[in-house]
């Protein structure tokens, strides 16, 4: 995907793993920690304002989206592809379901004449089930399921079918912008060629063209707008990190345009259901009939924390452009405490402020303001200029890890699909480190790999991979005063008497270690 690139594999490695193990954090618990920590915490008035919260939490949750074998994953893009079904808001003046049923007749007539129509019969049927059309044609007599499963009283003639087929390519298309948001996080660019591929590639014909305006659809363009168009699918947009961070911005908002999506429940004939409300009707499918009521409210307290959680990592995506693309920012001299406060993952912008008063990094003077003749103020006076924001930010003593950039396009565009794979493939090297864990016999040898050591690795970790070499035997590693003993560094290590097994089940899922014999 990336033409080979180590460090690359590396980090996409590391995102497959983190979401292979969210598996092991509660969904529930994590939710209610958001909503209670950074959503609606107990301040005092005083410090209401200046709540700052860490990414953390949120990327974490973003990983638990991405788990395929998670229940909670289940529910809630199922609750998210189905909240497309209502929430449409198409013109609809006279047309019906008779007209539905006389189109698709006419396409499958059709299509016994003509192949090609087939694929487009299919398309037509996703399109009216993952528009809720039906519905809205049918002035409600054909009823989305949980509208009438709420205890509103309605009936129905028919409900909408939420057979996979037509949700999928929804729900894909919602895991992807959560793939890329996290791609971006990473440093990883997501976005191929020029970035009008996906717009251009298919163009239409002059026949279907012309067709369309001789059915009064369309009107012709001139030739100066058909050579402009022409002109623009050869332009160049892809050529930084600007792209992917405007389009991830742009995709966010369409996501959550679904989750924030209300309802409408004052219309007594017309009552559409909110995306909190789909959530709790699904979630109650999953649960036995003396455990329902447990799904009471939970559709409300995730809109807010999902939604919560997704202008984080926005501001986080944005605050990595600020800090590394000098040309992105209009204040090019200096960032402000908050950005690198998120960028670095510490949960005070204070603890950046202490830095520049110790001394850890530069204080920009300031700019001053020319508005103002009388005042001695300055913009951004005091904050850590971006040079030696950057020097300690990328510090390896930092806690945790800030991905720099690495300027690379994919070969095609990066969506879920791809990053699926590497979910599974991670999932069976944590499987297969499981199962062997419990074998290791005095004779088992184990080597260090070809992976290359980079990044921030800790010194100790660097010896006993390096160490280990072309192959050492688990007694030998194992021995009361081996060099892999001495380098193994965490609090619950008590030197000779403790077992070792979890470290080198730390080095296997690492990479930079195997077991050959």
Request: charged share 30%.
């Given at each position: ?80 592809a ?36 087939e ?84 163009m ?67 009552k ?14 999953y ?115 800030v991905?720099?950039?690495i300027?690379?396009?994919p ?38 790999t ?39 560094d ?28």
């Open positions: 995907m990336y033409s080979e690139d180590k460090h690359i594999a590396t980090r996409i490695d590391e995102i497959a793993t983190s979401i292979a193990k969210s598996n092991a954090i509660n969904p529930w618990k994590l939710i209610n920690k958001i909503y209670d920590k950074e959503v609606n915490p107990k301040t005092n008035s005083k410090s209401k304002h200046k709540k700052f919260n860490s990414y953390h939490n949120s990327l974490n949750l973003a990983f638990m989206l991405l788990d395929e074998e998670s229940v909670f994953s289940e529910i809630f893009w199922k609750s998210y189905q909240t497309y079904q209502v929430s449409n808001n198409l013109f609809i003046d006279d047309m019906g379901v008779g007209d539905m049923k006389n189109i698709i007749v006419s396409l499958e007539k059709e299509s016994k004449k003509n192949k090609s129509l694929l487009t019969l299919s398309k037509f049927k996703n399109f009216i089930s993952q528009n809720g059309l039906l519905r809205t044609f049918s002035k409600t007599q054909i009823e989305f399921a949980p509208t009438v499963t709420q205890g509103w009283g309605f009936g129905a003639l028919a409900l909408l079918s939420d057979d996979e087929e037509s949700l999928n390519p929804i729900i894909n298309n919602g895991k992807s912008i959560i793939t890329k948001m996290i791609f971006n996080i990473y440093g990883l660019r997501v976005t191929s060629g020029l970035g009008t591929e996906s717009y251009f590639q298919k239409i014909s002059n026949k279907d063209i012309n067709f369309l305006i001789k059915s009064n659809l369309l009107k012709k363009a001139s030739k100066k707008l058909k050579d402009r168009l022409k002109e623009l699918s050869y332009t160049e947009f892809n050529d930084s990190f600007s792209w992917d961070t405007e389009n991830i911005w742009l995709k966010s908002e369409e996501f959550l345009k679904q989750i924030n999506f209300r309802g409408e429940v004052e219309d007594p004939i017309d559409k259901i909110g995306f909190y409300g789909i959530f709790e009707s699904i979630m109650k499918e649960l036995d009939d003396d455990h329902k009521e447990f799904a009471y409210n939970w559709g409300n307290i995730l809109e807010e924390v999902i939604s919560h959680s997704i202008e984080t990592l926005v501001y986080l995506i944005r605050s990595r452009q600020e800090f590394f693309y000098i040309e992105s920012s209009w204040n090019k001299d200096s960032i402000s405490e908050d950005a690198l406060a998120m960028v670095t993952g510490l949960s005070n912008p204070n603890s950046v402020k202490n830095a520049v008063k110790n001394g850890e990094m530069e204080a920009f003077p300031g700019l001053p303001l020319k508005t103002i003749k009388t005042s001695s103020s300055r913009f951004f006076d005091g904050q850590p200029t971006k040079n030696s924001a950057l020097n300690w930010a990328l510090d390896k003593k930092r806690k945790y890890v991905h720099e950039p300027d690379k396009k070969e095609r565009d990066i969506d879920y699909s791809y990053l699926l794979k590497e979910i599974i493939k991670a999932r069976e090297a944590i499987e297969k480190s499981k199962k062997k864990s419990v074998i290791f016999n005095d004779s088992d040898i184990f080597a260090r070809d992976k290359e050591i980079f990044g921030r690795v800790a010194p100790h970790n660097k010896r006993r991979w390096e160490w280990i070499g072309e192959g050492k035997t688990f007694k030998k590693i194992n021995a009361k005063n081996s060099t892999y003993r001495k380098c193994i965490r609090k619950t290590y008590k030197k000779h008497t403790s077992p070792i097994t979890q470290d080198i089940l730390y080095d296997l899922n690492s990479g930079y270690i195997k077991q050959i014999k």
